[in-house]
């Protein structure tokens, strides 16, 4: 069945530093992926999406690759603030209409 | 402004008793949802209603019973609440087919 696996959290940065968070998924063909992100005591908001094979997709400084041949979607950001910190939730729409959540992985970023 | 809007926003409630949350969106979508997240913030969608039809009804108990009135809003209501009830319910809604989903701002339950 479908499925996405990320990182285990929390993770814990400086300011300004380099983030990544590791999502791979399994899907029986070629589901749109996407990042979401929670900030404290908010609901969910799209960070950003792709829908195919080599796609990009960004905001915020955010990026995202949908990478088919390792069947992944990792997250990084070259310079994090502290206002970033939040969950991100890692997903994909599968064909049944659905979308399937990672586990969430939660980011602290301290000054 | 506010595209999807749930209330209450926290719920504290007794064991055994019954309650309702609402959900209106003001997006024009077609499609609403509604998730459940548990405390280690893992998140699975319970319901789907695409124009006031049933479409998605994940393993959950019949206790928990969707009602849609018209496409904007969707609401649910919840019997016999049980100690493991106690999460943060998320509404969504989409476009038909849509892929993208807007999320409210959740609301807490907390059965004591």
């Known amino acids: 069945g479908n499925s996405v696996t990320q990182m285990e959290g929390p993770v814990t940065l400086s300011e300004e530093a380099f983030l990544t968070i590791n999502c791979t998924y399994t899907?029986?063909?070629?589901?749109?992926l996407f990042w979401y992100v929670q900030y404290p005591g908010e609901g969910l908001q799209l960070l950003l999406k792709?829908?195919?094979?080599?796609d990009k997709g960004s905001n915020k400084g955010f990026e995202a690759t949908y990478r088919k041949e390792t069947t992944s979607f990792h997250l990084e950001k070259g310079s994090v603030q502290v206002s970033d910190s939040a969950v991100y939730f890692c997903a994909l729409y599968n064909q049944g209409g659905k979308l399937i959540f990672g586990q969430g992985t939660e980011l602290s970023v301290k000054p | 402004d506010t595209a999807v809007s749930q209330t209450p926003k926290y719920l504290v409630t007794q064991m055994g008793n019954d309650k309702s949350i609402k959900c209106e969106q003001n997006?024009?979508?077609?499609?609403m949802y509604w998730y459940k997240q548990d405390s280690k913030k893992f998140l699975k969608i319970m319901f789907s209603y695409n124009n006031k039809e049933l479409i998605i009804n994940e393993t959950v108990p019949n206790r928990f019973s969707p009602k849609s009135p018209d496409k904007a809003h969707l609401n649910l209501h919840i019997n016999s609440l049980e100690l493991g009830d106690s999460a943060v319910y998320f509404c969504?809604?989409?476009?038909?087919?849509?892929?993208?989903?807007?999320f409210g701002p959740g609301t807490r339950l907390t059965v004591l």
């Open positions: 997006l024009g979508h077609d499609t």
């Open positions: 899907a029986t063909g070629y589901p749109s």
């Open positions: 792709a829908t195919k094979a080599d």
């Open positions: 969504a809604s989409s476009l038909v087919g849509g892929e993208e989903q807007f």
